[in-house]
């Protein structure tokens, strides 16, 4: 999903930091990993109490855990479903930013009308209003 609102973060468990690296080449892993075991620490796994391996988390943009388990795939699939909710949200952002989107203050729309007469949304306030956007195609 390279390019897109998402991050992979791995925690490795291997208890020699070369053999977690070997994995990483081996595989070509392009993603950032930790260390599970960290000195003067608890371990990552104990933190978040995992009980087998592997354990998948998926969270939302604000970090909520949306899925805890072992089907990778599943876990994906909530990825991706949540990915896309998140684009959609951020397209959507952009309608709230110039007031266009249901529930929001509508932009106002100034300068000449078709027959050259100044113009102004707002001055129909007050009134129910329906904006039609249109061509004679």
Known sequence: MAGRPFA??????DPELEK??????KNELNWRSFQNERQ??????????????????????KQNIMYRGHDGHEATKIAQQLVVQL????AEKELVKIGTHV????????GLDLDG????LYAFKGQVLM????GDW
């Open 40 to 61: 003067d620490l608890a371990a990552i796994s104990e933190d978040w109490a995992v009980q087998g391996w592997p354990t998948v988390i998926v969270m939302d943009a």
């Open 20 to 25: 977690a690296q070997a994995a990483v080449k």
């Open 103 to 110: 529930g929001s203050t509508a932009a106002d729309i100034v």
């Open 117 to 120: 007469e100044s113009f102004s």
């Open 87 to 90: 684009e959609k949200h951020a």
């Open 131 to 134: 904006l039609d956007f249109w």
């Open 8 to 13: 992979l973060i791995g925690v490795n468990s």
